[in-house]
């Protein structure tokens, strides 16, 4: 009897995987240099939190209009080219942050990260399944695996780029202090605080291009077979009746919301609670990222322990109570504030770790070939980051911070139902 082992990736393939894994810390590194920018732009610009959180509505708008294009395009082509397209809009997105800030208005920058997140909807359609497809079936999961654990690695050094290279180098004037300011010497505070904000995505865009040419002169392997055709409307039915991919997707949306807004707002929070200790605004924003940091720390450490829990619970029961603890941690955030609140809405984000990919499994459950478009339309479902933020940055505007945070709040009762009803309806039909 055959009793070798099946390598997880063989040596022939390790400078693609190499290449391609890369990619998954590049998109987190995007998605965490990004959040800071809400409060920095609302400061920059003296504008309401509102306006300022269109950052992450034409940020994560990027993903859902891109999702089912990336997918049919890598279907017809193949996944190297996906991540090839995917690169190349996402160096553009940053290298037009140049015109941007020399034209020094904010909208011109919310189209940059509308190009860039079309890149990061290539990149994340084309790289997951481009792993699965690089080695034998039986460890495609550990596969993937080893690929996403570098994606935390991407975002822990995108907070810290954002607190020491953007938010540590802004002029540390209060918002308050430059509505006071007159024209002119308002606008030379903006132009140099927005060359300071515009350098990291500059230096990535080298970088992107870089990993560009790397991966274009790169033999890399087929993947599967792109021969067949994808039968869109067939496709698009099924997965429309199917109750569990359908609500799947609602959930979805509803968590990737929550989660933006959790994190975008933690800095406008944690700014509050620091301002209150005696900080004055710029040093309070600059240490508010650092419990993003923590976020994103507790988040990955999280993972590895839900990952586990995966062996004693159910996809939807697990699901179901990680929603719960996140609606019982923002309590305190909504009503007792201070640090308490801070450390109770660090919390969330370990509640967090593991809903995206469990929602997902379950949502494709059974649908077989249809799990292709299926993909792309959870992919769009992360449109639920570009709408929620503007909703609570209204919020925020019109009542308090505290009460803002009852929208996160609604958004994990809906992901605790979806776990519910996964478990007690649907069944949960997942093979741990």
Known sequence: MNTKKIPVITAKLALPFTLITFCFALWGFANDITNPLVKAFGTIFNQSAFISSFVQFTFYGGYCFMAIPAAIFI?????????????????????????????????????????????????????????????????????????????????????????????????????????????????????????????????????????????????????????????????????????????????????????????????HYGTQVLMDEGMIEAEAATEAVMFNFYASLLFGTSRFICTFLLKYLKPGTLLMYLAIGAVLLIFPVMFMGGRFGLYSLVGVSGCMSLMFPTIYGIALTGVGEDAKLGAAGLVMAIAGGSILPPLQGLLLDNWTLNFSFILPLFCFLIVAIYGYRVHFKYGEGITK
């Open 75 to 267: 279907k017809k082509y193949s996944y190297k080219s996906g991540i090839l397209v995917g690169l190349a809009l996402y160096a553009l997105g940053g290298i037009l942050f140049i015109p941007a800030s020399l034209v020094g208005l904010f909208w011109p920058f919310c189209a940059a990260f509308f190009i860039m997140t079309c890149g990061l909807s290539f990149l994340e359609t084309s790289a997951n399944p481009f792993i699965l497809s690089m080695g034998h079936e039986s460890t495609a999961t550990q596969r993937l695996n080893l690929a996403q654990s570098f994606n935390p690695m991407g975002t822990i050094i995108g907070i810290l780029v954002a607190k020491e290279f953007i938010l540590g180098r802004m002029d540390k004037m209060s918002s308050v202090d430059r509505s006071l300011l007159g024209s002119e010497e308002f606008n030379l505070i903006k132009m140099a605080d927005l060359a300071i904000v515009r350098t990291p995505y500059v230096a990535i865009s080298i970088v992107l291009i870089i990993v560009f040419i790397l991966i274009l002169i790169t033999k890399m392997p087929k993947g599967e077979d792109s021969s067949h055709n994808l039968d869109i409307k067939g496709s698009f039915t099924r997965l429309i009746e199917n109750i569990r991919y359908r609500e799947g997707v609602v959930a979805q949306a509803f968590y990737v919301g929550a989660q933006i807004t959790v994190w975008t707002f933690t800095i």
